[in-house]
């Protein structure tokens, strides 16, 4: 047990669960990089914050927090919506174009979400070039048949 | 399987024939190929131009001019004047419409637009930068979702 006023480290479902606006049994202190100091900051220049460092679920968890009563939260849905936006392009060149050399910096700064995108971007850019060099009309085996061990006739006996 | 008459076949009278027909003559070197009217130096230079002069999509000869002109320049590079020279225009051109798509996004990211209408686009580039947009806008979406008073993200996908 604890003392009311107490601060103390929770998981996000947890304090999902025991939030609840009426009866006011705990209120959410927001982690730093949702708070004002750093918002401005993203609102500088968005494409230089490492998401994977301050995350890495920068937006998903950033989501998550609107769910409690802060006073701020359109403020930080609204930062959160344009973080998205104005690192777009960045992450839409670089996982496109086959040109460029080491994307590792990039990817290194990029929280979980935009890690999807930019492997989705990849897939595209590899599917094209594998057409290009005429490798789409290949068949290969499906990963999932190459798997398969071979069976023996014994195993089938009996 | 579909059937269906071609022909008449007569020695020397050029004759119109599915491409997948044309491929596999070429190959066992029963004929020599036509390219089409457009696959030709000069006009390729006007298609060219004229994509990178406006900002929209110019109207390109064929909706499969990537694919024909990959079939055509490695089946029958033999029967097409200055091959070299029509492979890096189609490939320039190329380059300049996908790189017209991504600003397109980026703009359309940018200023939150609800709908876009790109005319003249060609399946292959839609289907290179189709799967990272439709993911990125949609993630977008359930960012901008966040902005609605009293709805607190519900969704735990990050």
Sequence with gaps: S?????????????????????????????????????????SADANVVDLHKMGPYYYGFGSQLLNFDNPENPEIAQTILQTFISRFRRIMDSSQNAYNEDTSALVARLDELERALFRAGQRGLNDFQHWEKGQASQITASSLVQNYGKRKFTDTDG | LFQGDLGPFNPGLPVEVPVWLAINL??????????????DVEKLEEIRDQERKEDTFTPMPSPYYMELTKLLLNYASDNIPKADEIRTLVKDTWDTRIAKLRLSADSFVRRQEAHAKLDNLTLME?????????????????????????????SQDF
């Design chain 1, 2 to 42: 604890f003392m009311q006023g107490s601060k103390l480290e929770i998981p996000l479902w947890l304090a999902k669960g025991l939030h609840d606006s009426k009866r006011r049994i705990v209120s959410v202190e927001l982690p730093k990089i949702y708070k004002e100091a750093w918002r401005t900051v993203f």
């Design chain 2, 26 to 39: 070429k190959q066992r070197q029963k004929c020599r190929l036509i390219p089409p009217e457009w696959m």
């Design chain 2, 126 to 154: 839609i289907n290179t930068t189709g799967t990272f947009l439709t993911q990125a806008l949609d993630r977008m979406y359930k960012l901008r979702t966040n902005l609605q008073p009293g709805e607190g993200a519900h």
